[in-house]
C-alpha cells in the first residue's frame, strides 16, 4: 500500500463509513482521511472515538497486530485489538 495523500481532518459532505469500527460518519462530522493505492485508489476512513484505540493498537510491541499479509493494519486486527484490550468499549459501540 503506498499512500497519496497523507492522513488529514475533514468535515464529511456526505455520509461515510469508518474503516476501523464500521461506525456511520455522519454529514458534518470531522474525522481523519487518507487517499491511499493497493489495488486501485481509496480513501480510508477514521473517526474520532477509534483515534486514540488506532494509536493505542500501533504502539503495540513488536506490531502484534499488524497483518502482515495485507502489509497493514486491517479492520480485523482493530477489532481484534479491541475484542483483547477494550472488550467493553466494544460491546458500547457494538450496542448503539
Not at 16 to 29: A, Y
Not at 51 to 79: H, L, Q, R
Request: aromatic residues 12%; glycine residues 6%.
Amino acid at each position: 500500500m503506498d499512500c497519496l495523500m497523507q492522513p488529514h481532518r475533514v468535515k464529511a459532505r456526505k455520509p461515510h463509513v469508518c474503516d476501523w469500527c464500521g461506525k456511520r460518519i455522519e454529514v458534518g462530522e470531522w474525522h481523519i482521511a487518507s487517499t491511499n493505492v493497493s489495488d486501485g485508489i481509496y480513501t480510508w476512513r477514521e473517526c474520532d472515538r477509534c483515534k486514540p484505540y488506532v494509536s493505542e493498537m500501533m504502539g503495540e510491541p513488536d506490531e502484534f497486530y499488524f497483518d502482515s499479509i495485507a502489509d497493514g493494519y486491517t479492520s480485523e486486527s482493530f477489532t481484534e485489538f479491541m475484542r483483547d484490550e477494550h472488550p467493553d468499549v466494544l460491546d458500547d459501540w457494538r450496542a448503539k
